[in-house]
């Protein structure tokens, strides 16, 4: 079973600011790993995947990520805050290989970006 | 291209009432599921398909049937809906798994049963 614990429910910034929103994973395979946001009042939207390849992942809107399996970490990470990043971010893991329909999320981190 | 539709935005039920909240993708995705949304929980898969006629049971299926009868549509059916099914539904699709292809979600219904 895999499971993903994101520390921090709510991480404050101000604008320009470095943004670092922490992901840990528990998986008993290899995983793949993804970042999602969610503006206000709408779905999700992928902003990034580890599916094996480079451990460091570029995602959309300057945000990337670095997959640590010595720290089973993921952690997303921008250099520079901007005030339309303000969201919330989801963490999630799902068994690699194959077909796996299943991705468990975790609970959440809620970004305020202050001017 | 309308991407993944959810229908109602909004609903309010009475306890023991029952209602279907509709899905709906015209990218041919092979793949759709549903999840619930509830503060501070992240989201949770309730059911899933990956294709027409073949669904399976997520992570909190209690309470909620699904079916697949075409590849577009993919509706969620609460028989006997209970205050607990209080929540934000979203439908995701994907052309085959999620941890394959990019998973792309509705705008969500929000439920709310008294």
């Known amino acids: 079973a895999q499971s993903v614990t994101q520390l921090g429910s709510h991480v404050s910034v101000s604008e320009g600011a470095l943004v670092l929103l922490r992901c840990n994973y528990s998986?008993?395979?290899?995983?793949?790993l993804f970042w999602y946001v969610q503006y206000p009042n709408q779905g999700l939207q992928l902003l990034l995947k580890?599916?094996?390849?480079?451990?460091l992942v570029k995602g959309i809107n300057g945000f990337e990520a670095e997959f640590k399996k010595s720290e089973t970490s993921f952690h997303l990470t921008k250099p520079s805050a901007h005030m339309s990043d303000a969201a919330e971010y989801f963490c999630?893991?799902?068994?690699?290989?194959?077909?796996?329909?299943?991705?468990?999320f975790g609970k959440g981190t809620l970004l305020t970006v202050n001017p | 291209n309308a991407g993944v539709t959810q229908t109602p935005k909004f609903q309010v039920l009475k306890t023991g009432q029952s209602m279907t909240l509709q899905c709906a993708q015209d990218?041919?995705?092979?793949?759709m599921s549903w999840y619930r949304q509830d503060p501070g929980m992240g989201l949770r898969l309730i059911h899933y398909?990956?294709?027409?006629?073949?669904?399976d049971q997520g992570e909190v299926p209690n309470g909620y049937n699904v079916s697949r009868s075409t590849t577009e549509d993919f509706p969620l059916r609460l028989l006997s809906a209970a205050p607990s099914q209080t929540s934000v539904y979203f439908c995701?699709?994907?052309?085959?798994?999620?941890?394959?292809?990019?998973?792309?979600f509705g705008p969500g219904t929000r439920l709310l049963v008294l």
């Open positions: 998986s008993s395979v290899p995983p793949y």
């Open positions: 398909s990956v294709g027409a006629g073949i669904t």
């Open positions: 580890y599916t094996s390849a480079a451990t």
């Open positions: 999630a893991v799902s068994r690699s290989g194959g077909s796996n329909y299943k991705l468990t």
């Open positions: 990218m041919n995705h092979e793949y």
């Open positions: 995701a699709s994907s052309y085959s798994s999620p941890s394959q292809e990019t998973q792309y």
